[in-house]
Every structure is written in C-alpha cells, then in structure tokens.
Nanobody
Framework: RVQLVESGGGSVQSGGSLRLSCVAS????????MAWFRQSPGKQREAVAT???????SYADSVKGRFTISRDNAKNTLYLQMNSLKPEDTAMYYC??????????????WGQGTQVTVSS
C-alpha cells in the first residue's frame, strides 16, 4: 500500500532554512506527480509546490524564489528546501502523491505531516 512519511520539520527563526523530506513506498514513485501542501489553524489547506514525473515544477506565488521542490527517484524521496522562512510559513506541511498533476488539488495519497514553526 502507498505510504508517505515526512520529516525535517522544526522550529526556526525568521530568515532561517529547513529541508523537508518525504519517503515514499508501495507504488511507482518515479511515475507519480508529487506535491507539498500546508495548512495552518483556521486556514484552508494550500498547495505549496508540485513536481511532475518529468521534473517540471510549479510554486505558489507566496513561496516563489524561496522554496525549491525536488525529487530523487533512486531514493523514492521528495524534498522541499525552504529558505528565507517567514512567520507566515508556519504550518503543518504534507507530502502528497497522485498519478497526474492535473488532479490538483485532489490528491489521493497523503503523509501524516510535519510541523514547521517560524518565529519572528
């Protein structure tokens, strides 16, 4: 069965960096569209970044130039490098997978989430 396990969250000061990882198992990782979402209390879940099976990427305007999504198909691992973090980036971050990116945002497979907290 599909499993997605995130790690790398934590608490940092404004301007700091974190790298999130998501290890996938149970399916053909390299053939799937992968994405990072985030949700903070009282707000709707939002898509942060996506990376398709061909390596093409897209980003929310709020993170462009600061976050980088990447994947290592040999390791079945998805990454999110987050630089210049701001307090408004504070949220639970989720890794998600689906057979194609056009299903956004209705992805079928989700991890349990990893918390990112940015203090000012």
């Amino acid at each position: 069965r599909v499993q997605l396990v995130e790690s790398g969250g934590g608490s940092v000061q404004s301007g700091g960096s974190l790298r999130l990882s998501c290890v996938a198992s149970g399916y053909g990782f390299r053939d799937f569209c992968m994405a990072w979402f985030r949700q903070s209390p009282g707000k709707q879940r939002e898509a942060v970044a996506t990376i398709d099976s061909d390596g093409s990427t897209s980003y929310a305007d709020s993170v462009k130039g600061r976050f980088t999504i990447s994947r290592d198909n040999a390791k079945n691992t998805l990454y999110l490098q987050m630089n210049s973090l701001k307090p408004e980036d504070t949220a639970m971050y989720y890794c998600a997978a689906e057979v194609a990116c056009y299903y956004m945002p209705s992805f079928g497979y989700w991890g349990q989430g990893t918390q990112v907290t940015v203090s000012s």
